[in-house]
């Protein structure tokens, strides 16, 4: 599957992200949060860096997760 795939197949999807967050001031804080987006172009743009270093931990659109194959997809 490639990105261009995943991307044509939600076009038009709401798209929520979850991600994971990490500070590193006193410790190691870990929080997690949903963002969303009106489309993936939007979504990827936002959180490329994120989805490349491992931070997204789901991504859904209108209220679907995609599936692990199509969230790698993305990272190709």
């Given at each position: 599957m490639r990105p261009a795939d995943v991307i044509a197949k939600y076009n038009g999807a709401?798209?929520?992200?979850l991600l994971q967050h990490r500070e590193k001031h006193a410790g190691d804080v870990g929080a997690v949060y949903w963002m969303g987006y009106?489309?993936?172009?939007?979504?990827?743009?936002?959180?490329?860096?994120?989805?490349?270093?491992?931070?997204?931990?789901?991504?859904?659109?209108?209220?679907?997760?995609?599936?692990?194959?199509?969230?790698?997809a993305l990272t190709n």
């Open positions: 709401e798209i929520g992200v009106p489309s993936i172009e939007h979504a990827l743009e936002a959180v490329a860096d994120d989805l490349f270093e491992g931070r997204v931990e789901k991504i859904t659109a209108d209220g679907d997760a995609l599936s692990e194959d199509e969230v790698l």
